[in-house]
């Protein structure tokens, strides 16, 4: 079951019985240029709301009216957190492990190697939250600018891999 709520400024939110909430409306901003939406891309529950709600006039008067969101302190944190996160599952895939959890899930294992291996990743994990927060902090205390998330990123210490054989 879903329910669907339409707004007449606003996007159509979409909530299915987990709760989970997704919003969609006739186009969106990617870097500073509003986009349409392709109503065809629109789960079909969303896109007969979408059709019904998103009449021609409103959509011109949305496009005319509609600013780039100004993101919170919280959208923020979340988007530097999550790249953060896909930084280091994509270092552990880099090792052809299946994430970040699975790599750290072998730091007890009996195959040297991969213990190895993950006991690296665990201390650079640490190191890469521990400088994450620290700098997130200064950022939200106005200590220092805030950085673009690649910049961020870039920021990010090196992990140091075992050598084979250690």
Same mark, same amino acid.
């Given at each position: ?33 509003? #986009? $349409?939406? !392709? ?5 079909? @529950? &969303?896109? +007969?709301? %979408? ?65 190895? #291996? $993950?006991? !690296? ?5 640490? @190191? &890469?939250? +521990?400088? %994450? ?34």
């Amino acid at each position: 079951m879903m329910d669907i709520y339409t707004d007449p400024t606003g996007p159509i939110t979409l909530r299915d019985a987990g709760g989970h909430t997704t919003l969609y409306a006739p186009g969106e901003w990617r870097q500073g240029v509003w #986009e $349409a939406t !392709a109503l065809t891309t629109l789960p079909e @529950a &969303v896109r +007969v709301a %979408a059709e019904e709600h998103w009449t021609a006039a409103r959509v011109a008067a949305y496009r005319i009216g509609a600013k780039p969101p100004v993101p919170t302190t919280e959208d923020m944190v979340e988007a530097f957190r999550a790249a953060i996160q896909s930084h280091v599952d994509t270092v552990a895939t880099s090792r052809r492990y299946d994430s970040a959890v699975s790599l750290a899930s072998y730091v007890a294992s009996n195959n040297p190697a991969w213990a190895a #291996e $993950a006991q !690296a990743f665990v201390a650079w994990r640490d @190191a &890469v939250w +521990v400088y %994450a927060y620290a700098e997130m902090d200064k950022v939200l205390n106005g200590q220092r600018d805030q950085p673009g998330i690649g910049e961020f990123i870039a920021e990010l210490p090196a992990i140091d891999w075992p050598e084979e054989g250690e």
